[in-house]
């Protein structure tokens, strides 16, 4: 399960993987009419395989951890000669530091792990 206060640090793709694969599984149980549950009834010899793009802003991730060699090049200057509270400030702009929810969050068996786990899959 994921914890509530991770939420807002995931990646989106992954919640919404899940998601789908939820709401697959409420239909499949709505079409088979059983009371058991969809999970119930896939909960054994279920491959779960998940395959996530690259988020559409990783470029800000990107320069954020670059933002002093970026300024640098901007400016023409040299790395040491950029303002350290500036690179910050630019930093801080681009993006929020990354935690490790959100890194986790980008791979796709971590994902795939979650969505066993949530509906018993083996």
């Known amino acids: 399960r994921i914890p509530p206060r991770d939420i807002p640090h995931l990646n989106p793709a992954p919640l919404a993987v899940a998601r789908a694969v939820g709401d697959a599984f409420a239909d499949a149980d709505r079409i088979e009419g059983t009371a058991e ?18 988020d559409a802003r ?47 969050s980008y791979i796709g068996s971590i994902t795939a792990s979650r969505i066993s786990s949530t509906w018993n899959l083996t």
């Open 37 to 54: 549950g969809a999970a119930r009834r896939f909960g054994s010899r279920t491959a779960v395989v998940v395959a996530l793009d690259l």
């Open 58 to 104: 990783a470029h800000e991730r990107l320069a954020h951890l670059r933002a002093d060699e970026l300024l640098a090049r901007i400016l023409d200057a040299d790395e040491d000669d950029v303002d350290p509270a500036t690179v910050r400030t630019v930093r801080d702009a681009l993006h929020s530091p990354r935690s490790a929810t959100e890194v986790m």
